[in-house]
């Protein structure tokens, strides 16, 4: 696999577009950068902003007030873009204001031609649009623009490649993401993904672990490995590994953390995967298993690679072997053709298993995939309506889950205050999360909260004794 790091070159644009960058606003510029979507998403815009700061940027947490605007966009569903364009023409006022502003697009949105041009033509306040695989090029872009040149694009398709080595501003100092790959080779028939973020392909052990007991050193307490399909970690590479391998390496850095991952496709989630998760300590015992569908012709349609008996058979497995392990799952209502009988395939799987957590969606087709030209005959109002089943089905089985919690004493990571002043909130192992008083001290320690009060969306306690 191609590795690519910042070149001399690159490190040149970076000195000159801060140079004009300082002549242009006579001062540090502000930036601000917002991202979209996954954490994969987040991730990128973590290195975005790594790059603003190498070239002499300060941040702000307001559009209004920055000099530089990047947004970091998401494709995966129409409403997902949306978004993106109310965010971009939200600007269009700013712009016409302070006519020395800077407006970025990048990301998976960008990395459609399509999408490109319709930048090019209907927003034309934009200055820079870069694709996920031009994350790179940022420094230069920006030194184009600034020093006159026409508003700049760089979109080209490409199998992508391996950066390394690029300066990151982590969003967090308790919580930290950590990629192990990219790309993904799956090509689910509705996901757009295979498009705009190329082949799959995998970190060297070595960077990973680097990585990680960097993370450790500097106090971070959650390490959460992401790519497109972790299961299939490895593939590719020239050293013998696989992602339970990968996991229990990190899994022996000495330190107080923990380790979740996302996101596990189940026709690459193995028995000797499981195992490890059973066995390292440190690995949660909550997993994100996407299901999609109770359907197994739905699951054919979908090219998904599982029925539903081996998806049970895998929970089954995870059950006898992973103590009080969970699960949460992805779920698209009205995939193309879906017949409500299936549909009802799906709400018996959900109460079935008992997820603790579902992301769920309504199908949107995206232009390029398979599913977009299938026969899509069920109107969007009646797949609201089965959505609406859905949920009501899933707020029940949480319901109960919750109030089977009160009473029991659960070890918690405090991440962040609670909007109740004085409360801090945090999150199980099986990423429940928990609301307590406590010191603002405690943030980023692991605690014991005895649960006395249970809503659907979170559990309410005491401390009860710390570690
Ligand atoms: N329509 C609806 N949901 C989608 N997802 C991916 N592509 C689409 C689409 N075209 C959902 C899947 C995936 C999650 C990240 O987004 O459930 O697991
Ligand atoms: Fe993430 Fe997929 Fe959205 Fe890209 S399109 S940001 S990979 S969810």
């Not at 990585?211 to 050293?239: D, M, P």
Request: proline share 4%; charged share 25%.
């Amino acid at each position: 696999m191609h590795i690519e790091r910042p070149s001399a070159q690159q490190q040149d644009y970076a000195n000159l577009a801060s140079k004009l960058l300082c002549e242009r606003y006579g001062r540090s510029p502000l930036a601000y950068v917002h991202s979209f979507g996954c954490q994969q998403n987040l991730s990128d815009g973590e290195k975005i902003s790594g790059m603003l700061a190498q070239m002499g940027c300060n941040f702000t947490d307001s559009p209004e007030k920055a000099d530089l605007v990047i947004y970091n966009t998401c494709a995966v569903r129409e409403n997902a873009e949306d978004r993106v364009l109310g965010n971009v023409g939200a600007l269009k006022p700013l712009k016409k204001q302070r006519s020395n502003m800077i407006i970025g697009l990048c990301g998976c949105m960008m990395q459609q031609q399509q999408m490109a041009d319709k930048i090019k033509r209907s927003y034309p306040y934009v200055d820079l649009v870069f694709g996920t695989h031009a994350l790179l090029e940022l420094p230069q872009l920006l030194y184009q623009r600034l020093s006159g040149q026409s508003r700049q694009f760089s979109t080209a398709d490409s199998d992508g490649c391996i950066i390394e080595g690029l300066p990151l501003r982590r969003d967090g100092t308790i919580k930290a993401n950590l990629p192990i790959m990219y790309g993904c080779d799956n090509f689910c028939t509705y996901c757009i993904v295979p498009y705009v973020r190329g082949r799959e392909r995998s970190r060297l052990s070595s960077d990973i672990l680097a990585e990680a007991q960097e993370l450790v050193a500097q106090g971070y307490r959650e390490i959460t490995l992401l790519g497109q399909n972790v299961n299939s970690y490895g593939k590719g590479l020239e050293e013998q590994i696989d992602f339970a391998d990968l996991l229990r390496r990190i899994n022996a850095i000495e330190g107080d953390f923990i380790l979740r991952f996302m996101t596990s496709h189940p026709k690459d989630c193995t028995p000797k995967l499981i195992d490890a998760i059973a066995e390292c300590e440190k690995v949660c015992n909550h997993i994100h298993l996407p299901v999609q569908s109770g359907s197994d012709r739905v699951l054919t349609m979908m090219n998904r690679h599982y029925t539903i008996a081996q998806y049970e058979a895998l929970i089954a497995y995870a059950r006898k072997k992973i103590l009080d392990v969970t699960f949460s799952s992805d779920i698209i209502v009205g995939f193309p053709g879906e017949t409500y009988e299936e549909f009802q395939q799906t709400l018996a799987l959900i109460k079935r298993i008992g997820y603790t957590a579902l992301f769920t969606f309504i199908y949107s087709p995206r232009e390029g995939t398979k599913a977009a030209s299938m026969e899509d005959p069920v109107p969007y109002a009646e797949k609201s309506r089965w959505m609406q089943e859905l949920l009501a089905v899933q707020s029940q089985i949480r319901e109960q889950q919750q109030a089977q919690q009160i009473g029991r004493t659960l070890r918690v990571l405090a991440d962040g205050e609670a909007s109740e002043s004085g409360w801090l909130s945090g999150r199980t192992v099986s990423n429940d999360i928990v609301q307590f008083a406590a010191p603002k001290q405690k943030l980023g320690s692991f605690v014991d909260v005895t649960i006395e009060r249970a809503l659907n969306w979170a559990l309410f306690g005491r401390l009860s004794e710390t570690k």
